[in-house]
């Protein structure tokens, strides 16, 4: 009977640990080829476009003055036309990237918004995707 239950705590131990390392860890994010990486088949990712009449670093630097506005949210990587941030949800504190690649001969921005963990996210990354929009033409 001791060992049943020794047994059942390692595989609880083991099953935390892949859980949490699958949540700290990042999705497929960063470019290729030009383009941001595309959305699994799941509804927890959101790829959008933001379009810009200024040049490339007024616009970078309006984004960027979104991204600080918004809450608990931490650059991560700026790297020559590419943003990547980190949104953590406000109740349950999930993990999601959050992805910015300028393309400035278009004079637009692709965004991609995607959670670390899970199937869906009940709309959070398409209403933070919305609210960048806004906030971005607001400015």
């Known amino acids: 009977m001791r060992w049943i239950l020794l047994t059942l705590i390692v595989l609880l131990a083991l099953a935390a640990g892949l859980h949490l390392a699958v949540r700290l860890a990042p999705s ?4 290729q080829d030009g383009r941001l ?3 699994p088949d799941r509804p927890n990712c959101v790829m959008a476009s933001l379009v810009y009449e200024d040049d490339r670093d007024s616009a970078g630097e309006r984004l ?6 918004m809450p608990r949210t931490e650059l991560l990587e700026r790297d020559n036309g590419y943003l990547h941030y980190l949104a953590r949800t406000p109740l349950l504190r999930f993990r999601d990237d959050v992805e910015f690649l ?4 278009e004079k637009r921005i692709d965004v991609r918004s995607a959670s670390r963990l899970g199937y869906s996210d009940l709309g959070a990354n398409r209403a933070r995707v919305e609210e960048i929009q806004r906030a971005f033409e607001a400015r």
């Open 28 to 31: 497929a994010t960063g470019f």
């Open 37 to 39: 990486r595309p959305c």
């Open 64 to 69: 960027q003055a979104v991204m600080r506005e």
């Open 102 to 105: 300028f393309h400035p001969d």
